[in-house]
């Protein structure tokens, strides 16, 4: 199984990114995707989650109203979609995938079973 995130870079603050993660061999339309984010000297955290059906979705408050999770199971791939970046967004940020465990189970970093490699957003003022 591989997730493979890319669309990191450097930017100012205010201004938008769209991550994307690609999946290759996973039932991808089986798995809740998660985006977690990971700044230096910190834990790693829940960004925002999405179900099977892309209908559920779930945000980190420091997050709402800014960053959108999607997917596409035609292309296996999950995006999410930041707004309005701020400085406190920097972090690489990492996809996940997870089976087995209740949406809101899927919160949690050990309810994952499958990470990506991380790309950086750093966002400078």
């Known amino acids: 199984v591989q997730l493979q995130a890319s669309g990191g870079g450097a930017v100012q603050a205010g201004v938008s990114l769209r991550l994307s993660c690609a999946a290759s061999?996973?039932?991808?339309?089986?798995?809740?995707m998660g985006w977690f984010r990971q700044a230096p000297g910190k834990e790693r955290d829940i960004v925002a989650s999405?179900?099977?059906?892309?209908?559920?979705?779930y945000y980190a408050d420091s997050v709402k109203g800014r960053f959108t999770i999607s997917r596409d199971n035609g292309k296996n791939t999950v995006y999410l979609q930041m707004n309005s970046l701020k400085p406190e967004d920097t972090a690489v940020y990492y996809c996940?995938?997870?089976?087995?465990?209740?949406?809101?189970?899927?919160?949690?970093?050990?309810?994952?079973?499958?990470w990506g490699q991380g790309t950086l957003v750093t966002v400078s003022s």
């Open positions: 999405i179900d099977w059906s892309g209908f559920n979705t």
């Open positions: 061999e996973l039932t991808f339309g089986s798995y809740i």
């Open positions: 996940s995938a997870a089976a087995g465990v209740s949406f809101s189970m899927a919160r949690l970093p050990g309810s994952y079973t499958y």
